[in-house]
Structures are given as C-alpha cells and as structure tokens.
C-alpha cells in the first residue's frame, strides 16, 4: 500500500488524494448573500490597501485617543499596531453597549450544567464587571499586574477576564482541566499576584473540587498574594487565613461604579500558554488595540453576526484561545446576546447541545470537529429530535475537519441550509486568519479556503518557495496582522526561534497545508512534535517529560495516532527501569502520573512497554516509525535507523492486546 507522505514525512496526509478529487462545492443561497455582512469587495478593499483596510476596522472600536500610524513593522518581527491609540477593552465589549441604549440586551444566558441559569444582560455585565474591577484594585492590583485565571465556564470567569482588562491587569487563564503542576508552573512563569477559581466544578454531573489544585500550587508560587474563590458546587474547601477571600465577600459589597481607563493599544491584554514542540509550554502574549480590532472584524465577517437578532453559541472553553476570542472579547465587542454552557455535551443526555440551541434560539453555533464525530457516534437521529431551525450559520475549528463529518454536520445540525465556515487560526494569531466568509465563499467540504481580506497566507516548500496549485507543503504568513502574538513572555529569543526563523522574515505556523487545482486551501495538521487531541495542543516532549519523571520510567518516546474522534491520540511507549514490571497495574499509575504532571486531557491513550527506542544515529527518536507502529501501519523507511532489529522487536513484542 503507498501512502502521501506529509512535509514531514509523517503520512499526516494519507487522507489528501481523497481530499483533492473532492469536488463537492457549495455555493452560498442568494437569500443569505443578500443579507451577508461580508460581501466580495472586502477582499479587493483589503488587497488595494492593507493597511488602510485594517485601519477601517479599527473603527469598529471606541478609541478615547486615535491612533498616528496603523502599523510599525521597523523592529521586526515585534509589531506595534494604531501606534498611539489608547482604549479600554472592557468599555468596549460592555460599557459602550449600555450607553448605546442596549442595557437592557442579554449579553449571556449562562447555562449551568446541574440546569440552573443565569440571564446577564449588557447592564448587569457592567455592574458586574464594575464591582469585580473595584474589588482586584483593593487588593491592590494595578495596570501591568499578571492575574492567574483557574476556573469552569462561570460567569464570573468572564467578569474577571473583563475587569482585569478594565484596570489593564493581564489576565492568564489556564484551563481548569490542567493539573496542579501545570497551573503551578504558569503561575510562576507569569508571577501572577491573584488567583481567581472556584471551590469545584460540575464534570459529567458530579462536583468535582478544582481549589484544592489552586492549593497545591501555590505552596511553590512566592509570588500569590491572594486567592480569590467563587462558590458554585458548596463542596469543602481547605482554607488559608489572609491569603483566601471568598468571592461573596470581597466583590458583591463593592460599588457598581468604576471608570475606565485607557491604555496605550500595545498595552498586554492576556497570556496563555499554549504547548510548543520543546521544553515547557510558551506564554503567548497578546495586546490590547489590534487584538480587539481583529477578534471584532472576523466575529463579525465569519460568523455573520446580526447584534438585533442572532444568538450566537461557541462551545469552546475559555481555558483556551477560543474561549478568549470568540466568547468574550469578538462577541462582547460586537454586542452580541450568546449562549454560556458549563458542562459537558452528554449532560445528562446526549441531547444537551441540540435542547439549548432549540430552547435559546441558537442561530449561530460553533464547535470542533472532534465533538462532530462524537455526535455523528452518538446518532443523527438525536439532533433529529430538536427544532433546530433556528440555526443560520455552523463554525468549525481546532483541527482539520474530514470531509465526511463536514457533510454530517451540514445535514443534521444545519438542515442543508447552513453555510460552515471551517476556521484556521491558532493561540498565535489571536483570531481567525483562514476561512470562509458565509453569503460570499462556495465552500467544499473539509477546506479552510482562503485567507480572509487583510490577511496574506501562502504554502510553501522547503526552501519557502510557494507551491503551485495542487501542491503542498509548509503554511506561513507573510504579513503581519494585527492580533499576531506580540512575544513569547519573558522570552524573546524564543519567539524569533520558533516562529521567524524557519522562513526568513515569515511566520512559521507549524501547520502542514496545501492548495487544490483551484487555489482552495486545505491544511493537513502539525508538522512539528505537538499533538492535537480533541482540538488541544500537547506536545510529544511535554508528555514524555512527565513519563521520564516516574520512577519507574527509564526512556520514553510519544507521538500522535489518528484517532476517529479525537483525531490524534497519544500513544507512548516507555522503557522501563531495570527490575520494574509492566503490568497493567504499572501502566494505569503511569498514565495516571501523567494526568497528575500535566492533566487528564494529556493520558496517553496507549502505553507500550518496549525493550528499545528506535534512534538515527545521531540519537534521535524517529518518531516516524513508532507513529507507523501506534497506527499499525507497514513500517516505513528504516535505513537511517541505527538498529533495524530494534523495530522488529518493538513490533513483535506489541501483537497481542496492549
Ligand atoms: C489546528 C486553536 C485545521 C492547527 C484556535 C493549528 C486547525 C492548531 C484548524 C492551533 C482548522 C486549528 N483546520 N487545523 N480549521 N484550527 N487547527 O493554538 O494545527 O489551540 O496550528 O488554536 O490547531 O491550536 P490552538
């Protein structure tokens, strides 16, 4: 059997020939072109003058001081963007609303997973926001101070991701799923004063305590002065005198009044980390200004959003980029009445997601391809049994979408009549950079299409010279965009290393992609060592360095198997220390240990106990091969191999139930 063979030679893209003979295309209904927010011209706008096409969206913000230049590009690749401008990103996703005359707009109908609700209006965010910005600056919390964010889909994640914007603090969130190891050690890379959490979160319909992390972390994190805790499951909570503060306690006594400040539009809006291919995981760092611009610009344009009369629904967590762009900051700023859901899709049923858009009036919904498949599991004959007529336009992103669940997703969640934008962007780019714009692109299932106006994109070979149509080869973009990750915190050489120093004077995205004969882009998953599972990012090293720091675990090497739902699942294998056992009993502590280092979402699927690592000869673990072995496929070239025997034994020892 021959197979295409990624950039990397990984076979990332066995599904591509399939991919290029699609010539299903769908072209948008003139019903919805005819009311589309985007239109064609955007992209001849945009091609005519980037610079003055961004500064056009720029407009879409309140700015309480214009800015003199739209872009400083001198000190490249560190962009400044509306040079001179000044904003406060909280006014603009909530306060302005209500001086518009919408306080009285839904801005969140949370919905809790035990099936308690919330109704936020823009009136009530800014109280919200107001009070919770008033309680952190009582702490003594000032414009430049890092906050560490370590919660469940609450509300009062969102208030106080918005009130550390208002008082220009830079917020860190970290995923309530990681471990207490990971949170410790992006507590520290940040040296946040404050942590937000809560006392525990509704997983899968139980309480589950998520403070008791927050404790153990901050045991090593000279730099926390103060946690602050939200009450939502009541469960037992261990307590620190002085350094704890109730939520109830600190914030809802405070004034609903607090003025804004503006700040200068580079002034950082956030940090999240986000896994790399080496070492400990990289604070990208986003600012204030250009941010905002872009995260409005494409909410606006990708997802067709209508402020008066849409409910717009992403399902992401905001634990992660989605989460920051597209629930809180594009929605906010553009007004948008959304949907919150804290829980899980099968809680308590498998209906869940199609019974909150039927109840709210969903009309935009956007989720991941893996939760696409685990619905296309569960039975199309589930969202058959919810009026979903509601919905008008289905999002897509995290990783590639295969065709199939595309169709899947057109069909029963969008009736046929929904247009799909598949979105590609990463924690990087702050916003989407590759998709369709819904009323203006014919889509084809399972591609990205084409750069959005004011973003340049281009595939290019080995040598960076662009490919032609029906070729693949490496993304980059070529110019920069103004939500571009503006460093990687406290590390400067990492940034221009990672990103700018594969392709001169491009930016490397780590994405494999390629053009169809008719120009239409179609990405094909990392090419570096990050794994993507479920839409997460966890790199090979990351898990390997929480296996290697088991006792009991001598050498270990990790790769991504396709998965059918996950897409990627971690598969590790791992030489034991001399004397030590691999039964089962051994491999759930190790895979445990690894959910301990890192989180759950980071257990390898699969371990394998082996005698050997395959290895060039300069000492490399050849992924290549042992991706061959976790996918079960024919072992691929073994020459560069410093012991070919060393696979024979790897596989001859993995027949047979792992
Ligand atoms: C992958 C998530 C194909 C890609 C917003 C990228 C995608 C990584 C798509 C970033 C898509 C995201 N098609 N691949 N529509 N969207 N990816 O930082 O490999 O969590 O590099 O940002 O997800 O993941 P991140």
Not at 3 to 9: E, I, L
Not at 259 to 265: C, G, R
Not at 448 to 461: E, F, K, N, Q, T
Request: hydrophobic letters at 40%; one cysteine or more; a negative charge.
């Amino acid at each position: 059997m021959t197979r295409a063979t990624g950039p990397d030679g990984s076979g990332q893209s066995a599904a591509l020939d399939n991919l290029l003979t699609e010539d299903r295309a769908f072209p948008p209904s003139e019903e919805f072109a005819a009311q589309a927010n985007a239109g064609a011209a955007l992209y001849d706008e945009a091609a005519e003058d980037r610079e003055a096409f961004w500064a056009g969206q720029a407009d879409r913000l309140h700015w309480d001081t214009r800015w003199s230049q739209v872009l400083d590009w001198s000190d490249a690749p560190f962009a400044r963007w509306f040079v001179g401008g000044r904003l406060n990103v909280a006014y603009n996703c909530v306060d302005r609303h209500v001086e518009s005359g919408h306080g009285e707009q839904v801005a969140i109908h949370w919905e809790g997973e035990p099936g308690d609700t919330r109704t936020i209006t823009y009136a009530d965010l800014r109280r919200e926001v107001s009070k919770a910005a008033n309680a952190l600056a009582s702490l003594g919390l000032r414009a430049g101070d890092r906050v560490a964010v370590y919660m469940p889909m609450v509300p009062e994640a969102i208030f106080t991701m918005l009130a550390c914007a208002r008082l220009g603090v830079t917020h860190s969130v970290v995923f309530g799923g990681f471990s207490a190891e990971a949170l410790r050690s992006r507590i520290d890379d940040a040296e946040a004063r404050l942590v937000v959490t809560t006392d525990g979160q509704y997983r899968r319909g139980k309480a589950a305590p998520l403070k008791s992390a927050v404790d153990e972390a901050v045991q090593h994190t000279p730099s926390v002065e103060h946690v602050l805790v939200v009450r939502r499951t009541g469960g037992e909570v261990a307590w620190t005198e002085g350094r704890d503060l109730w939520w109830h306690e600190l914030v809802d006594g405070q004034s609903e009044e607090h003025t804004p400040e503006a700040f200068d539009s580079e002034h950082p809006l956030f940090i999240l980390y986000t896994s790399g291919t080496t070492g400990n995981p990289k604070g990208i760092l986003h600012t204030s200004g250009g941010y905002l611009t872009q995260a409005a610009y494409t909410h606006h344009a990708v997802f067709d959003l209508k402020p008066d009369s849409d409910v717009y629904w992403c399902t992401a967590d905001i634990g992660w980029v989605t989460g920051h762009s597209y629930i809180v900051y594009g929605p906010l700023a553009n007004r948008a009445t959304q949907v919150v859901y804290e829980g899980t899709p099968n809680t308590p049923h498998e209906g869940r997601h199609w019974e909150i858009v039927q109840k709210y009036g969903v009309s935009i919904y956007y989720t991941a391809p893996t939760l696409i498949r685990t619905f296309m599991k569960w039975g199309a004959e589930i969202p058959a049994k919810y009026d979903l007529s509601s919905l008008r336009v289905l999002g897509s992103v995290g990783e590639p979408i295969n065709p199939e669940a595309w169709m899947w997703y057109r069909e029963h969640v969008g009736g046929e009549r929904c247009p799909i934008v598949d979105t590609w962007w990463q924690t990087e780019t702050g916003a989407i950079m590759i998709s369709p714009l819904p009323g203006v692109t014919a889509t084809k299932p399972g591609s990205a299409m084409a750069p959005l106006p004011g973003i340049s994109a281009r595939v290019v070979d080995d040598t960076g010279a662009e490919v032609g149509r029906g070729g693949g080869g490496y993304l980059v973009l070529d110019q920069p965009w103004p939500s571009m990750l503006r460093g990687v915190w406290g590390d400067e050489q990492r940034y221009r290393d990672t990103y700018w120093s594969r392709f001169e004077g491009r930016y490397f995205a780590g994405d494999g992609a390629k053009y169809d004969p008719d120009g239409a882009i179609w990405l094909l998953g990392r090419v570096d060592d990050v794994m993507n599972v479920s839409g997460h990012r966890i790199s090979t090293t990351e898990v390997e360095s929480a296996l290697v720091s088991h006792p009991k675990v001598a050498e270990a090497a990790v790769v991504g198997a396709s998965d059918p739902t996950t897409g990627q699942g971690i598969v590790a294998f791992v030489i034991l220390r001399g004397g030590s056992e691999g039964g089962d009993d051994v491999l759930a502590e190790l895979r445990e240990h690894v959910a301990h280092e890192i989180g759950p979402i980071a257990k390898p699927r699969q371990i394998m106990v082996v005698p050997e690592l395959p290895k060039t000869r300069s000492g490399k673990i050849m992924r290549r091969l042992l991706r061959d072995v976790a996918e079960n496929r024919a072992l691929g070239d073994v020459t560069t191999l410093q012991d070919s025997a060393v696979m024979d034994l790897i596989s001859a020892g993995l027949r047979g139930p792992s």
